[in-house]
């Protein structure tokens, strides 16, 4: 395809006007069009042993996601054999041509998912690093908030600290073990157990605290709000203050009733 061409395509799909062209090694087939959708064409394929015949309508295909890179690919078949290519792939492809070993593909808006033409190009390895912190499209969290979740790890349990960022405990784990948020948080794999989450010790059944997480609210009192303790351990803010203040649970806390 020439340069004109793969202008033209770029600048119809920045205005989400859509066209197809054949893909490459499966003229016959397929087709994909500059917003990143796969036509299936209409045809007659063999079908059995008996030199059957079956009919294929045009339509457009469905899309995969990857689990982990949440990146789309597309299962397309040719003479028995499948294939799963993504889609940024066929899109690179078809419109900017073969791509050299040297170059990586990318998105101008970070987001694998969109892969209209003109949001993509080939550029150096260096151009092409993912997107991390606040600037990638799928993080939940801040760069503020994985600091605050640092903070919390030595005396807060890990369950407690994910409701209250309304994530998995799972991601607080990676983010103690260095797994992920490494290079703000300067944990690395080696670390650990430096930074060993707190336990969890669920309260017996009817009773919202027990001995533990009561110790736990006591030193969270001089470094976060009532509300906020409150709605980490699912208990009212007027539960709080009693404690801060010596009315429940001084038998525990040694807190002079105030």
Same mark, same amino acid.
């Given at each position: 395809?020439?340069?004109?061409?793969? @202008? @033209? @395509? &770029?600048? !119809?799909? $920045?205005?989400?006007?859509? %066209?197809?062209?054949?893909?490459?090694?499966?003229?016959?087939?397929?087709?994909?069009?500059?917003?990143?959708?796969? !036509? &299936?064409? +209409?045809?007659?394929?063999?079908?059995?042993?008996?030199?059957?015949?079956?009919?294929? #309508?045009?339509?457009?295909?469905?899309?995969?996601?990857?689990?982990?890179?949440? /990146?789309?690919?597309?299962?397309?078949?040719?003479?028995?054999?499948?294939?799963?290519?993504?889609?940024? *792939?066929?899109?690179?492809?078809?419109? $900017?041509?073969?791509?050299?070993?040297?170059?990586?593909?990318?998105?101008?808006?970070?987001?694998?998912? +969109?892969?209209?033409?003109?949001?993509?190009?080939?550029?150096?390895?260096?151009?092409?690093?993912?997107?991390?912190?606040?600037?990638?499209?799928?993080?939940?969290?801040?760069?503020?908030?994985?600091?605050?979740?640092?903070?919390?790890?030595?005396?807060?349990?890990?369950?407690?600290?994910?409701?209250? *960022?309304?994530? %998995?405990?799972?991601?607080?784990?990676?983010?103690?073990?260095?797994?992920?948020?490494?290079?703000?948080?300067?944990?690395?794999?080696? +670390?650990?157990?430096?930074?060993?989450?707190?336990? @969890? /010790?669920?309260?017996?059944?009817?009773? #919202?605290?027990?001995?533990?997480?009561? !110790?736990?609210? /006591?030193?969270?009192?001089?470094?976060?709000?009532? &509300?906020?303790?409150?709605?980490?351990?699912?208990?009212?803010?007027?539960?709080?203050?009693?404690?801060?203040?010596?009315?429940?649970?001084?038998?525990?806390?040694?807190?002079?009733?105030?």
């Amino acid at each position: 395809m020439s340069p004109e061409d793969t @202008y @033209y @395509y &770029s600048f !119809l799909s $920045l205005f989400n006007v859509e %066209e197809f062209v054949d893909i490459r090694g499966y003229e016959e087939s397929y087709a994909i069009s500059n917003l990143g959708n796969v !036509l &299936s064409k +209409d045809r007659i394929v063999a079908c059995g042993r008996k030199n059957g015949r079956r009919h294929i #309508k045009a339509r457009i295909l469905k899309t995969k996601l990857n689990r982990k890179s949440k /990146v789309p690919s597309i299962s397309i078949q040719v003479g028995g054999r499948k294939k799963f290519p993504t889609i940024v *792939f066929l899109v690179c492809d078809t419109f $900017l041509g073969p791509m050299p070993k040297n170059k990586w593909k990318y998105h101008k808006n970070k987001n694998p998912q +969109d892969n209209r033409l003109f949001n993509l190009f080939l550029g150096e390895p260096e151009e092409c690093q993912h997107s991390k912190g606040d600037d990638h499209f799928r993080s939940k969290l801040s760069e503020k908030d994985v600091l605050n979740i640092i903070e919390l790890l030595p005396t807060v349990p890990t369950e407690i600290i994910a409701k209250r *960022f309304n994530i %998995e405990p799972a991601s607080v784990r990676s983010i103690a073990h260095g797994n992920t948020w490494g290079w703000l948080t300067g944990i690395t794999r080696q +670390d650990i157990p430096v930074r060993a989450p707190v336990r @969890y /010790v669920k309260p017996m059944k009817g009773i #919202k605290l027990n001995k533990e997480s009561v !110790l736990q609210i /006591v030193s969270l009192l001089s470094s976060t709000s009532q &509300s906020e303790i409150a709605k980490m351990f699912e208990v009212s803010r007027t539960h709080i203050r009693s404690i801060s203040n010596g009315k429940t649970w001084s038998h525990i806390t040694k807190i002079n009733p105030k």
